[in-house]
């Protein structure tokens, strides 16, 4: 157990919705990621957060957004949802700046039909 | 441009044998490397941090490797079991950037 708990765990959403998942973040990590990984490929970083802050993004479009709370949980919003978009999202926490670990949650799978 | 790749995608290993996973980048200016184990389906687990200044590190039948100027890490696995049977990841952390970059993963089945 990492401590880094996702939810939901599955969820099915329809073209053109949109979505949140949710993040808690490892105890005394103040750092969240998020990786979304497609069937059979390595994740792909979406973005990161650090002190509530966007602090680095990859190559995804602005529909893809992100919160992080004072307590250092984390949400990841996606709008306009695209067939595309189906991946296991995975979060990730860890302390900035230091040569930790990153400890990953279980992830949520999402499904657009 | 930097890029991590994990070859071969799949491999099938005795139980007993010792299992060796390669992982290559390009550009050798990593901060660290991290190998993960993934079940079907399942987020990521931590296996071993290597930071840029270390060859290699051990956890129990785990020992990962780097060569930072060949742009390699190997993990291996000794005695292998069928409950490794999973999908091993490698990320790299390169300087100046906040990101850990995946390869694919190799998938491992290990036959009883």
């Known amino acids: 157990e990492t401590g880094v708990t996702q939810s939901p765990t599955h969820l099915i959403k329809t073209r053109g919705q949109q979505v949140t998942l949710r993040c808690s973040s490892q105890?005394?990590?103040?750092?969240v990621s998020w990786y979304q990984q497609a069937l059979g490929q390595g994740p792909q970083f979406i973005f990161q957060?650090?002190?509530?802050?966007?602090?680095g993004r990859g190559n995804f479009p602005p529909r893809f957004s992100g919160l992080q709370f004072p307590n250092y949980s984390s949400e990841l919003n996606v709008n306009a949802l695209e067939l595309d978009d189906s991946a296991l999202y995975l979060c990730?926490?860890?302390?900035?700046?230091?040569?930790?670990?990153?400890?990953f949650g279980q992830g949520t799978r999402l499904t657009v039909v | 441009k930097q890029e991590v790749t994990q070859i071969p995608a799949a491999l099938s290993v005795p139980e007993g044998e010792n299992l060796v996973l390669n992982c290559s980048f390009t550009?050798?200016?990593?901060?660290?490397l991290q190998w993960f184990r993934q079940d079907p389906g399942k987020g990521l687990t931590s296996l071993l941090l290597?930071?840029?200044?270390?060859r290699e590190q051990t956890s129990g039948r785990l020992n990962a490797s780097l060569d930072k100027s060949s742009g390699r890490s190997t993990l291996y696995i000794a005695a292998s079991q069928p409950g490794d049977s999973a999908t091993y990841l490698c990320?790299?952390?390169?300087?100046?950037?906040?990101?850990?970059?995946f390869g694919k993963g190799n998938q491992v089945v290990v036959i009883p």
């Open positions: 990730a926490s860890s302390l900035l700046g230091l040569d930790t670990e990153a400890f």
């Open positions: 105890s005394g990590h103040n750092t």
């Open positions: 957060y650090y002190r509530e802050e966007e602090n």
């Open positions: 550009d050798s200016a990593i901060y660290n």
């Open positions: 290597i930071q840029s200044s270390q």
């Open positions: 990320a790299v952390r390169w300087y100046g950037n906040n990101r850990l970059a």
